[in-house]
């Protein structure tokens, strides 16, 4: 066997960097903080190694010593002695490394080789899963960018945190907050009421908006984006499965340039509203604004989509209108085993990218002219028991006005939130106005009118 076939056989790793910060660990303990960051137990390719290290992190949630003498007898109680080394390599270990001042350094070094092995075990895999013909090509694709990011993320966190770290890092966010005088630790939609029991849309929480038809859902999905890319320059990404990118976009500049939808549709524009044409499309242009229209978008390349928007543009937030025009990969399963799976799908994602997912939901036809309830969301009681907060919106139904006609007037809207899981729930009121196919917070309504 030639060097090379031999180097191509032997995954990646590097023993001496290994056992450099086993030993550092040994001279000082208060080191683990450091190579936690880096470091599990998995990361080491030695099985010894492996035992010691893990070793070491038992005694660490204890709170007791590590030392030579500690983490030896931890083996031994386990009865990993023998298959770690024994107490003579234990002993090794620390003559290894004079200080722990670069511990860091080796820690880098174990991760990178761990990265690597990963890397060529996703390779392989994908290489085997591209040769099975039962597995459709979106599987394959969505699976391998999954694990890949996954990867990617590994040399920007740590696994876990110490409570003190996490209690340092909120303190610090208060004293920011303070300072800043910002009021919400969350992205802010722009509809102050709602932001003062929200608290702004908070990372990893998966909202759901749900209305009846005619109501509004994209209308304030919409402004809400627009409030938060084009006001607060916070990167923003939108799936829109319902209209095009094109009838989107011409909503937008409705609504930012205050010109009504129907002329913008037909071209009987003035040539004062050009100015505020450009003036708006000047806005938008620079507003960091994500689109995807993906008609019939499958539940597997929205997740690559969005993997995608996050690593690319590193946005802040997803919108998707809406949740059950998303397609499932298994068509085989009842359609509300669909959408639960497509929920917790949407949860999962919200989690991984650390952002907060807002999707839009219809409610049952028996809600028309009610006030809807967390059982009205449609399809699947999964919803509900995934979302972190479902709001929805209602308007009372007037005698002389369908629920159709009433779009064509500026209407009070309520928006309920139904549930928040870490929050107060209440009411807030809000402003449809029809013209600009827009809402506004109510106040601001009030002292136009």
């Not at 004293?175 to 709602?194: C, R």
Request: charge should be negative.
């Amino acid at each position: 066997m030639n060097a090379e076939t031999l180097k191509d056989k032997i995954p990646p790793h590097n023993e001496e960097a290994e056992e450099a910060t086993l030993g550092a660990l040994l001279l000082d303990s208060e080191a683990l903080t450091t190579v936690l960051k880096y470091l599990r137990a998995d990361d080491f390719y030695k099985t010894a190694n492996k035992k010691i290290f893990q070793a070491i992190i038992n005694l660490f949630n204890r709170s007791e010593a590590i030392d030579l003498i500690t983490v030896t007898d931890e083996l031994r109680a386990q009865g990993d002695l023998e298959s770690s080394g024994g107490a003579g390599y234990i002993s090794k270990l620390t003559s290894i490394v004079p200080t722990s001042a670069n511990v860091e350094y080796y820690a880098q070094i174990v991760q990178a080789c761990s990265i690597r092995r990963n890397l060529t075990r996703i390779a392989s895999k994908i290489v085997s899963q591209a040769h099975d013909e039962s597995l459709e090509i979106g599987y394959i694709i969505e699976e391998a960018e999954r694990q890949i990011f996954e990867i990617a993320e590994r040399q920007h966190t740590g696994f876990y945190l110490e409570a003190k770290e996490i209690v340092k890092r909120a303190i610090d966010a208060i004293e920011k907050l303070y300072h800043t005088k910002e009021n919400y630790t969350g992205i802010p939609t722009g509809f102050h009421d709602l932001d003062n029991y929200t608290s702004g849309f908070q990372d990893s929480e998966f909202i759901v908006i749900g209305a009846r038809p005619s109501i509004g859902k994209t209308a304030l999905a919409l402004t809400m984006a627009s409030n938060m890319a084009i006001r607060y320059k916070i990167p923003v990404g939108f799936f829109t499965l319902e209209m095009s990118s094109m009838a989107l976009m011409q909503r937008l500049l409705s609504s930012e340039a205050r010109l009504d939808s129907k002329k913008l549709r037909t071209g009987l524009l003035k040539p004062s509203d050009f100015q505020k044409l450009t003036e708006a499309a000047g806005k938008i242009y620079d507003a960091p604004l994500y689109i995807d229209d993906t008609p019939n978008l499958k539940l597997l390349d929205l997740r690559a989509q969005a993997r995608r928007m996050k690593s690319q543009h590193n946005v802040a937030i997803i919108f998707i209108d809406y949740l059950t025009l998303i397609t499932s990969e298994n068509k085989d399963i009842p359609r509300h085993e669909q959408i639960a799976e497509i929920s917790r799908s949407l949860k999962a994602l919200a989690r991984e990218l650390n952002i907060p997912v807002v999707a839009l939901s219809q409610v049952r036809r028996e809600t028309e002219g009610k006030r809807p309830t967390l059982a009205d969301l449609r399809e699947s009681g999964s919803i509900e028991q995934d979302a972190d907060v479902v709001l929805f919106l209602h308007r009372k139904k007037r005698d002389d006005l369908s629920y159709e006609d009433s779009d064509s007037e500026n209407t009070e809207t309520e928006l309920i939130i139904a549930k928040q899981r870490n929050g107060p729930v209440g009411t807030v009121k809000i402003a449809f106005i029809a013209r600009y196919t827009k809402f506004e917070p109510l106040a601001h309504w009030n002292e136009e009118a």
